[in-house]
């Protein structure tokens, strides 16, 4: 239990030190427009995939008790 709280607690803390980062170093310090603006859509794309694969595992774990979650990719089953 001490290891999940102190995980939880790490990641909200990193999550914290990248937004202290990403304003300090990249957009208000002296680096270029580019470089955020690339570390800002890599962030985009990571979310969103981990945002899919979180739905797909989620619509599969909750399709073993019955409850059907809305198809992403238009391609639902055929019945």
């Given at each position: 239990m001490?290891?999940?709280?102190?995980f939880v607690s790490r990641l909200v803390g990193d999550v914290g030190r990248f937004v202290d980062i990403l304003l300090n170093d990249l957009i208000l310090g002296a680096?270029?427009?580019?470089?955020?603006?690339?570390?800002?859509?890599?962030q985009v794309l990571i979310v969103a995939s981990v945002g899919?694969?979180?739905?797909?595992?989620?619509?599969?774990?909750?399709?073993e008790i019955g409850v059907d979650l809305p198809s992403l990719g238009g391609r639902g089953r055929s019945e």
């Open positions: 001490i290891a999940l709280i102190d680096g270029d427009p580019l470089s955020a603006l690339l570390v800002l859509v890599g899919a694969l979180g739905y797909a595992a989620a619509g599969a774990l909750l399709g």
